[in-house]
């Protein structure tokens, strides 16, 4: 139903900071919850945090609150996950997700997937 794209991955020393991009096509955005993951070698994909389309309340997982900031620009139709702070532990592949149904928080209530962009954070 919607197609997404994930872009500004790369390497960054830690510490630094990392701004990604999510844009998406095939669905309203403005009233589309949209969710960002992360899967690191040989660990499961987890939750990151998310982004409501109506009424643009943000979640974030323990792990990133206080660093990570997620934002939507509805006219270019992208959501951002602004990374500071960035540490070696948060190496990973970043994906974003839309969302169907269910908990905002888990893996399984988001049916569409961008193929995602890697973040390397290195010492």
């Known amino acids: 139903q919607v197609q997404l794209e994930e872009s500004g991955g790369g390497l960054v020393q830690a510490g630094g900071s990392l701004r990604l991009s999510c844009a998406a096509s095939g669905r309203t955005f403005s009233r589309y919850n949209l969710g960002w993951f992360r899967q690191a070698p040989g660990k499961a994909r987890e939750f990151v945090g998310a982004i409501l389309g109506i009424g643009s309340n943000r979640y974030y997982s323990d792990s990133v609150k206080g660093r990570f900031t997620i934002s939507r620009d509805n006219a270019k139709n992208t959501v951002y996950l602004e990374m500071t702070s960035l540490k070696p532990e948060d190496t990973a592949v970043y994906y974003c997700?839309?969302?169907?149904?269910?908990?905002?928080?888990?893996?399984?209530?988001?049916?569409?997937w961008g193929q995602g962009t890697q973040v390397t954070v290195s010492s």
């Open positions: 997700a839309g969302f169907s149904s269910g908990s905002i928080y888990d893996t399984s209530s988001y049916d569409d």
